[in-house]
């Protein structure tokens, strides 16, 4: 191992028998010894106003993608109470099958935008996702059959398993 490759945590671990700490390694010949970093240094005042901007950009946003999430979600709720159950003929379980449907593409969906959103920036994977759950809400609108309600609730269910992990993310 290079004498410039050697990080600060292995000074500390090389010491001597005597005790005494071995002597820190310089990159790049720096004055500053091993605290090199690309990111600017930042006051406690000028850190907290970053994080303070950063929220009031994000949460706003992501709230109302949040309350749009729920929503969509819970929509079929209202076409329910606005007749979905006798223009589409929902006999015995039907509805309750079209409601959990949406469930489980979203549970088994979850994984892979993890993976994708790696890949793509948050900043174009949740609004992509948006617009795609947009899309199958106004596909809902369309539905004569009770497997239209079926394939499109799990299309929605598709579209919105990528949100809460790309707003964790």
């Given at each position: ?8 945590s292995?000074a ?6 005597s ?6 390694k310089?990159?790049h ?6 605290e090199?970093?690309?990111?600017p ?19 706003p ?19 329910k ?5 006798t223009?589409?003929?929902l006999?015995?379980n039907?509805f ?8 489980i593409?979203y ?6 935008p ?15 996702i948006?617009?795609?759950?947009g ?16 394939g ?15 707003v964790a993310?």
């Open positions: 191992m290079s004498p410039i490759s050697k990080t600060s292995d500390h671990q090389h010491q001597t028998c005790g005494a700490p071995a002597q820190k310089e990159l010949g720096s004055g500053e010894g091993m090199h970093s690309g990111a240094a930042l006051t406690e005042a000028q850190e907290t106003k970053l994080w303070r901007r950063i929220d009031l950009r994000l949460i946003i992501i709230s109302l993608m949040s309350l749009l999430c729920s929503m969509d979600s819970a929509n079929i709720g209202n076409a109470l606005d007749g979905l159950i223009q589409l003929n006999t015995g039907k309750n099958i079209a409601l959990m449907m949406y469930f593409p549970s088994l969906l979850e994984f892979p993890n993976l994708a959103i790696q890949v793509i920036r948050p900043s174009r994977w949740l609004p992509g948006v617009i795609t759950w899309l199958v809400m106004m596909l809902m609108g369309f539905v004569r059959t009770y497997t239209q309600l079926v499109v609730r799990v299309c929605l269910g598709a579209a919105e398993a990528g949100f809460y992990p790309g993310y």
